[in-house]
Each structure stands twice: as C-alpha cells, then as structure tokens.
C-alpha cells in the first residue's frame, strides 16, 4: 500500500482549482501590466483585483456548454466582475493563459522536487559517512571482483544525486517562461511590453520566439529529467534489492512493527519499497516518451499536446516527488549488515586478491602471463568448492614460494590496500 505522505502536497499543484488559480494569476498580472502602460484604466484594474473569483464546478458547468475551458473560466470570472470584467483578456489568445498558468505550476512542482532531492542528498551523505571504511565486495557482471567500501557505492549515489540537482536547478529556468504574444504569437494585438511586465510580476521569462504556444521541447525536457532523476532512484533501489538477497544479504530494507512479507511464508522479509520504486520508474520513462511525441504540433499550434500533458505532467511530478520521499526514507532507514560483507568477501579463501597476488609477483620479476595463469589455476581451483580456499592455496604453491615471501603473499590478502585512495573521492564531494 503505497503511503500517503506525499500525495496531498504535489498532488494539490495539480488540482483543477490550482489550474485555475494561475490562469487568474496570468489575467491579473496582464490587467496591471496593460495599466501601467495606459491602455485601461487602473481603477477598473482595482475593481478586477478585489473582485476575481472562480468557482470550479461552475466553470465545469459552463465547459459542459460551450465546450471551451478557458471561454468557460472567463465567462465564471466576469460573473464575480461585473462590467470590468471587460479588460479582462484583451488581445489575449487562450493559450497565453494555459502556457503561462502551466509554467507556474512546473516551477512550483519542481521546487517542491528540488527540496525533496536535498533530503535524500542529505540522506545518502550521512550514510556515506558512517560507512566509509565499512570493508565490501566490489561486483562486477554481478560476479565478485575487488574490494571496496560501502560508503565508496554511497559516494557514488551522493555523486549522481548532486548532478540530478543541478540539472533540476538548471532546467527551472528553461521551464520558467510565459507567453503574452497573442494569436500565433505575433503581437498583433498586443504590446510586447505587456508580456515582459506581467511575465515579471509572476516571476517568468518572456518565451524567446513563441507560436500560439509555448514550444513543447521545454516541456519534454522537462518530463524527461524527471525520467532521469527515476532512473537513477531506480539504480539505488535495483542496489538494495540485489544486496538483499538471501545468499548476499549485506542490506536490507527496514522491516516496520507489524509488517509482514507473505501471505504464506512466515519468514519472507521482501524489499517491497525498492522493487515499487522500480516499477515506478518504468512509468516515468513511458511519460517522457509521450512528452517528446508532443513536440511536433502543427504549423503555430494544435492542441494535441493538451489531452497528453494533462496526464502525464500531474502523474509524472506527483510519482517522482512520492520516489523521492519513499527512497529518502529507505536510505535513512537502511539496514546494513557488515559482517555479512565480511563474510561474502572472504569466500573462497579470498578469491577477490587474485590481482594483488599476480602484481605482487610481476613487482618480484615474474612474467605476467605465466604469473596470471598460476593464480588463475589456484583461483579456479577454489572457486564455488565447499572448501575452496585461495589464501592457503597460494600459501602452498611452489612457484608462488620461489617468487614471493610468507610476508608479502600474506600483505597481499589485506583489504586495506584498496581503501588508500578513496579518500580523494570522498574530499571531492566533501563528505
């Protein structure tokens, strides 16, 4: 069952009220940009301010009609004006109201997504620290390869969180433009001034070179990094639900009071949270898809576009800010399990320093071809055998012995010689 902590909040930018909130916020502001530079009087301007309003089950009523939603929102406001309702959408198309009013409730959206990356930022930094020098398994083809640490794979995340960041934080000013430019965009009816006052005063830009719309590569990039962000939360939770596996179990999802994995197996402990996460992603991408098909409209505009955005941008800021709270509360709440780590790295008698042991005896003057295959030999014979142990079998090779001392095979064994360098990593991202 998916929580509920997230949905009221998004999902509110994106009600039919809200909708209509910026589409008054748009009349508005271009009622006093058309006062300050004369063309209507300020004291109707005042009349509109005090008395604009909307209801929106009237204006659905009115829609049910003339089959117009924005004749439908103006016909409800000037109901509330009166006779000053006049100036109200003078010179104006519909889409300059649509465009404008959906650019606010992106940019209110993505504030709201960029506080939330901040928190898992956070989330993962601190983790991060506490498990710098937590000895793991580094896999590679999902096969046991060198040794690492779990804070190194945390560093990673860290890392990838913060490009996400400044992505989001570079694309709230592709998306923050409007458009007062009229039919097909050519200010033939309105002042150009009017669109750089009133875009102003709502805390946009004016649109570059508009048609009837604003251009829909915006909003595809938009959706797209939304995808992306995804996509990485997905590669977060792809992560846990590997290292959760019964054989591996290195971490886990926290398991709540009461929670319970199965409905016929008492012992299941299931990283629900992750594999939703997942799933959630795959939706994402699907939008982005959708938003880049809308970008070829035709000629200055059509509105197959609309039917489009009105699923797949509430759906698509409303999932990705619930991923983004749900995989925060995942990191925080992590299991980790470094025994286990240790235990997984130690199999086979430390297959996983196969390397060390080949360099150390290409560093002694052995030829590297004949030193890789001796330790292969030893490393096969002890891969996957119940009693398969690399260490002693290296210990008590001939060859190895005519080229490397006790002391240094056995130097070759610690872990901490893959650990002397990840501190420029973590001074990198100043963790």
Known sequence: MIERY??????????????????????IAVCEAQAELGHIPSDAVAEIKAKANFDPERVLEIEAEVRHDVIAFLTNVNEYVGDAGRYIHLGLTSSDVLDTGLALQMLASLNLILECCEELIQAIRYQAQQHRY??????SHGIHA??????????????????????????????????ISGAVGTYANIDPQIEE?????????????STQVISRDRHAEFVQQLALLAASIERFAVEIRNLQRTDVLEVEEFFSKGQKGSSAMPHKRNPIRSERLTGMARILRGNAVAALENVALWHERDISHSSVERIILPDSCILIHFMLKDITKLVKNLLVYPENMKRNMNLYGGVIFSQRVMLAMVEKGANRETAYAIVQKLAHQAWNQPEGDFHKLIAQNDEVAKILSPQEIESCFDPEHHLRNLDLVYQRLSI
């Open 197 to 209: 006052i009133s875009c102003q005063k709502l805390g946009l830009k004016p649109d570059t070179a």
């Open 6 to 27: 997230t949905l009221a909040e998004m999902g509110e930018l994106w009600t039919n009220s809200y909708k209509l909130k910026t589409w008054l916020d748009v009349e």
């Open 146 to 179: 060198e040794p690492m640490t779990f804070g190194f794979k945390l560093a990673g995340w860290l890392a990838e969180m913060l490009r996400n960041r400044d992505r989001l934080v570079r694309l709230r000013e592709d998306i923050a433009v409007g458009k």
């Open 134 to 139: 937590t000895v793991m398994v580094g896999r």
